[in-house]
T-cell receptor, first 114, second 113 residues
Framework: DQQVKQNSPSLSVQEGRISILNCDYT??????FLWYKKYPAEGPTFLIS?????DKNEDGRFTVFLNKSAKHLSLHIVPSQPGDSAVYFC?????????????FGAGTILRVKS | NAGVTQTPKFQVLKTGQSMTLQCAQD?????MYWYRQDPGMGLRLIYY???????DKGEVPNGYNVSRLNKREFSLRLESAAPSQTSVYFC????????????FGSGTQLSVL
C-alpha cells in the first residue's frame, strides 16, 4: 500500500502560468514533508520542505501548502519557467526521524511549454 | 565540491553475473543510502547505513548486499543479477541528525538481460 501518492503522473503548463503538483499521504505519523526535483540523468535534488506545525512555506517561486486534516500537500510554482520541467517527487517522514524513514511518492512529470 | 559520486553511470549485465556499485560522498555525512527507482514506484530504499560501521535493510533488500567501507564510501553488491533488478540506482547521504534532507548521486542505469 502506497503511503505517499502522487496521483497525476504528468502535468503540462504554459510558461508564466501556475503549476500545482499534488500529493496525498495516508500515514498520520508523517510530520515532515519534502519536495525533490529531478532532471533526466541526474539525481533528485531537494527543493522545499514543510513541517506539520506550519500550513505554508515559501521559497521564491515555490510554495508548499499542507492540509493535515485532508492529509494533502501541494507544491505551487509561480510563475512556471521552462527550466522547471522535471520530475517532482513528494516525500514524507515522521518528525525527527532519520532519512531511512523517508517515503517517496511515484513522482509527477512537469512540462512547462514556452 | 563533488557531493555524492556514483560509478558506473551505466551497466549491462547478464542474468547471474555479479557487480558492485560504488558510492562516495565528500560532505562528511554520517548516513548513506541506496535507493532504486522504477517506473510508477518512486524511490524505494534498499539498504542504509546510519553511521560508519552499521548497515540495515530497507524496504527492498532481497538480492543485494552492502558495505560501508569507511565514512565516505558505501557500496552496493548484486551477487547474482536478475532481470527484476533492472532499475536506476541512486546513492544518497545525509548528516544523520534526524529530520534532514538527502543529497543524491546522479544514478546508475542498470540493465539485466
Amino acid at each position: 500500500d502506497q503511503q505517499v501518492k502522487q496521483n497525476s503522473p504528468s502535468l503540462s503548463v504554459q510558461e508564466g502560468r501556475i503549476s500545482i503538483l499534488n500529493c496525498d499521504y495516508t500515514n498520520s505519523m508523517f510530520d515532515y514533508f519534502l519536495w525533490y526535483k529531478k532532471y533526466p540523468a541526474e539525481g533528485p535534488t531537494f527543493l522545499i520542505s514543510i513541517s506539520s506545525i506550519k500550513d505554508k512555506n515559501e521559497d521564491g517561486r515555490f510554495t508548499v501548502f499542507l492540509n493535515k486534516s485532508a492529509k494533502h500537500l501541494s507544491l505551487h510554482i509561480v510563475p512556471s519557467q521552462p527550466g522547471d520541467s522535471a520530475v517532482y517527487f513528494c516525500a514524507a517522514s515522521p518528525a525527527g526521524e532519520y532519512g531511512n524513514k523517508l517515503v517517496f511518492g511515484a513522482g509527477t512529470i512537469l512540462r512547462v511549454k514556452s | 565540491n563533488a557531493g555524492v559520486t556514483q560509478t558506473p553511470k551505466f551497466q549491462v549485465l547478464k542474468t547471474g553475473q555479479s557487480m558492485t556499485l560504488q558510492c562516495a560522498q565528500d560532505m562528511n555525512h554520517n548516513s548513506m543510502y541506496w535507493y532504486r527507482q522504477d517506473p510508477g514506484m518512486g524511490l524505494r530504499l534498499i539498504y542504509y547505513s546510519a553511521s560508519e560501521g552499521t548497515t540495515d535493510k530497507g524496504e527492498v533488500p532481497n538480492g543485494y548486499n552492502v558495505s560501508r567501507l569507511n565514512k565516505r564510501e558505501f557500496s552496493l553488491r548484486l551477487e547474482s543479477a536478475a532481470p527484476s533488478q533492472t532499475s536506476v540506482y541512486f546513492c544518497a547521504s545525509s548528516e544523520g541528525q534526524g529530520g534532514e534532507k538527502l543529497f543524491f548521486g546522479s544514478g546508475t542505469q542498470l540493465s539485466v538481460l
